[in-house]
């Protein structure tokens, strides 16, 4: 194993390293999440830790940021080895973390938020923290309440909180996927400048190009390990793709669609208010899915995918009046709940794997039946066993899950291979609708090409599918055609053909609007 | 005039142990905590705050024993919400179980014992005011002190720092910590706040408003108090409005009787609870409000970093 030893040397490494990672490891249970993981990082370098979902990437983060204790192993911190016992410790060393779920508060104001790290007040911040937004291109208003930002708003106010502690080093977890295509340039400019000023950042993702364009060196992880060090500048996508999976990297294969005449399913001029007072609202949307297509709704989180989702599933009902604005198959179904939509033909997987998609406490079997039940799995009220495992066998082998069996509980998978499964059961009720939010959300790149191509495969097979996905790059890898979702406006659609990664962008800050809608375009 | 000199100044002196319990709730729930043993709290603080007054005789320092008593058993619920991770439902249920049980033991001996009333001070010049005058300036020190500390903390939670953390803390544990506070300890401070003004209110009612001790005699003020929490929306400037409001409410009954109606006195005894139920069943539909307001973590057992 090439770890500690550097196997590239810049002028950087002669100088002492900020912060070194001398042989880390951790385990939960029998699970060895980090294995002699050795990392040196110098100041004033951007440095990738890239790898899979699952490889370690974050808990070796959290070790850094006193989240997590390391099971064994150093820590030194410019010389001299520390014990990061708390997110506070890790602060007062200088080490600063934007985290990839945020940790804002969504009832406070900007400043409020930021207070809660620095010993200021609130008011006493307000200027400082609009001098920040200047120095760093990162304008936010500090009286804003959080609950009102975008994600890429929100993002900001982490990284201003970050800097405002001065720190050596700033850890950021894939801080581009709640991003849309023109807000990462920016971004980018605002890390360079930090490294200008000395301070080191640890920049994790899973995201080629986006580390060959901006970091001088990457850590390669896998299951838990460092396999190589490089300069990313000098290495392809597909080099650095074998070494973080350990092979080539698959893509689907496609034939182009042959979608059916009659929709399978239709919506009609929909508007609709969440309860949630800080979900989004949508308007006016239209929607058309024919049998034997894939179409993929893009945008930027937060724009309404969630409440687009809920409503198809049928987890919000319209009112009996409004029911024809929702039809499968031709029938109209707005004010059905999710039971009865599904006994329609639809299928829906949420993008909460746990609590919504499964539950995590029961095992597969019980979970094949939450959904399967009607499928002849109940006779005279009483639950055919054998026929629900059998099924849930079916599923595990089909979709290669990795498990213990049919009788695992569904906490015990990793996110990916529940996810696996979870898609795998709703292929098997054979619907006609299939809507998926977010299919590969933390998924590795192996088991997200193998849920990819099963959706191609479905759609094949003449199901109308609908895929909901942050990911860029899925939907150009899945859709046939696409359409944008920004601020509960959906965009016209756009073929294969038209879908281009500019007007993509484009329209996910609202290009498609007659006015293009405020700000959001060099706010995000 | 003497029926609206008796309402006015009957209302205060049952709303002020309603407002001191409450304030202490607020700040509970607001760090996500829900402390459902406010009536054993009150109960215990009750019989302590008894016994001090028989023998030594000082009310005020009943008060604070009382509020010293619960924050004891307060300390019991944070400990199995907080470190043994317990259900906050049914911490919370068997704490104040508990807390009613040995409120009932102790005081015992003492069943249906008396002593002296708190000392009511007279406010120069304003008790002079014919009909106002008796009803809302002729008070124990308590009635006043109450709406003071309700401004005190209305200004804490809204203003200072230590507010802030606590509303941080209540929304989302999970970030608070991310960001270094400790959340076990500021929900822990939370808790004890809450379980000693519980204690004090308990402590009050049976020292300045019935001055004697009976087992049972906090009689479900302690739960019209995490329903008036929910009412206010977990504001504290709404839980003053509610809690003169319940007061006046659970003081009508009286009136009513002694104006010669006949109604049931089951009927009018329970007048308050409906009150809660109906007032409580309105301000919940409204989900929004509810969303905005409620700590949004309530209820929920924070695992830490284990």
């Known amino acids: ?524 | 005039m003497a029926w609206f000199t008796f309402l006015i100044s009957g209302t205060l002196l049952a709303a002020t142990p309603l407002l001191i319990a409450a304030l202490g709730e607020v700040i509970v729930e607001k760090s996500g905590v829900l402390n459902l043993s406010i009536e054993g709290m009150m109960s215990v603080g009750a019989v302590v705050a008894f016994i001090v007054v028989l023998y030594s005789g000082s009310h005020w320092l009943a008060l604070v024993a009382g509020g010293m008593a619960a924050l004891a058993l307060s300390v019991i619920f944070a400990f199995v919400v907080l470190l043994a991770l317990g259900n906050q439902v049914v911490s919370g249920l068997a704490v104040g179980l508990f807390g009613i049980g040995v409120a009932g033991l102790v005081g015992k001996p003492y069943e249906n014992m008396t002593v002296a009333p708190m000392q009511r001070i007279d406010v120069p010049l304003l008790s002079d005011i014919p009909v106002l005058g008796p009803g809302l300036f002729h008070h124990p020190l308590p009635v006043y002190l109450a709406p003071l500390l309700a401004v005190l903390l209305w200004w804490m939670l809204k203003y200072s720092k230590v507010g802030l953390v606590l509303r941080a803390v209540g929304e989302s544990p999970e970030s608070a910590n991310a960001v270094g506070y400790n959340v076990v300890g500021v929900r822990f401070l939370a808790i004890i706040f809450g379980g000693f003004l519980a204690g004090v209110a308990g402590a009050f009612i049976c020292i300045a408003s019935s001055t004697l001790w009976a087992d049972g005699m906090i009689a479900g003020r302690g739960w019209i108090v995490i329903a008036l929490v929910m009412f206010a929306m977990w504001r504290v400037e709404r839980v003053i409005i509610g809690a003169y409001l319940f007061g006046a409410a659970s003081i009508g009954e009286l009136l009513v009787q002694s104006a010669g109606i006949s109604v049931p006195s089951q009927l009018m005894t329970s007048i308050p609870y409906i009150v809660t139920i109906v007032a409580v069943s309105i301000l919940s539909m409204d989900g929004k409000r509810v969303r905005l307001n409620a700590p949004v973590s309530l209820g929920r057992v924070y695992l830490g970093t284990h």
């Not at chain 1, 990738?48 to 820590?75: D, Q, W």
């Not at chain 1, 997987?349 to 002849?376: S, W």
């Open chain 1, 1 to 524: 194993m090439a770890i500690g030893k550097e196997q590239v040397l810049t002028s950087v490494e002669q100088r002492q390293p900020l912060l070194q990672l001398d042989r880390l490891c951790k385990s939960f249970g029998a699970m060895r999440a980090n294995e002699d993981v050795s990392i040196s990082i110098y100041p004033g370098e951007i440095h990738a830790i890239l790898g899979e979902n699952g490889a370690g990437k974050s808990t070796l983060m959290k070790m850094i940021y006193g989240v997590l204790a390391p099971s064994s192993g150093r820590i030194v911190w410019q010389g001299e080895e520390v014990t990061v016992q708390s997110p506070a410790v890790a602060r007062s060393l200088g080490i600063g973390m934007v985290f990839q779920h945020f940790s804002l508060f969504e009832t406070l104001t900007v400043a409020e938020n930021i207070s809660l790290s620095v010993p200021e007040s609130a008011a006493a911040l307000s200027p400082r923290i609009a001098e920040f937004g200047q120095r760093f291109g990162l304008p936010v208003d500090p009286l804003a309440l959080v609950h009102s930002l975008s994600v890429g708003q929100r993002q900001r106010v982490e990284l201003i909180r970050c800097l405002l502690q001065k720190p050596r080093l700033i850890i950021m977890d894939e801080p581009t996927s709640v991003l849309p295509p023109s807000g990462i340039p920016p971004l980018f400019e605002t890390l360079r400048t930090l490294a200008d000023e000395g301070c080191a950042i640890l920049f994790i993702s899973h995201k080629l190009d986006e580390i060959r364009s901006l970091c001088q060196r990457a850590t390669i992880m896998r299951a838990g390990k460092v396999v190589g060090a490089v300069d990313p500048t000098r290495e392809t996508n597909e080099t650095l793709a074998r070494m973080m999976i350990g092979r080539e990297l698959p893509h689907p294969t496609r034939v182009p669609a042959k979608p059916g005449e009659t929709p399978a399913m239709e919506i009609r001029n929909l508007t609709s208010v969440p309860t949630d007072p800080f979900g989004v609202v949508l308007n006016d949307v239209d929607l058309t899915l024919r049998p034997g297509e894939i179409l993929g709704v893009a945008g930027v989180s937060g724009n309404g995918q969630k409440e687009l989702a809920s409503i198809l599933s049928g987890e919000t009902t319209l009112p009996r009046a409004e029911r024809e604005r929702i039809l499968i198959d031709g029938v109209a179904c707005g004010h059905m709940n999710a039971g009865q939509r599904r006994a329609l033909g639809l299928a829906f997987v949420p993008e909460e794997r746990n609590g919504r998609g499964a539950i995590p406490e029961m095992n597969l079997v019980q979970n094949t039946l939450l959904t399967a039940h009607a499928n002849g799995l109940v006779r005279r009220g009483f639950i055919n066993r054998k026929e629900a495992r059998t099924l849930a066998d079916r599923c595990i082998a089909d979709m290669d899950v990795r498990c213990q069996g049919a009788y695992a509980e569904a906490r015990s998978l990793s996110g990916g291979n529940l996810q696996k499964f979870i898609v795998g059961r709703e292929i098997m009720l054979k619907p006609k609708v299939l809507i998926v939010a977010q299919p590969t959300w933390g998924v590795d790149v192996g088991a997200a090409a193998a849920i990819r191509q099963e959706l191609i495969r479905l759609r094949d097979d003449g199901v109308a599918l609908l895929v909901v996905s942050d990911e860029l790059e899925e939907l150009f890898e899945v859709a046939d055609r696409m359409q944008v979702i920004f601020r509960g406006r959906l965009s016209p659609s756009l073929t294969r053909a038209e879908a281009s990664t500019a007007t993509i962008g484009s329209y996910m800050t609202g290009g498609f609007l007659d006015r293009p809608a405020d700000s959001e375009a060099e706010a995000a």
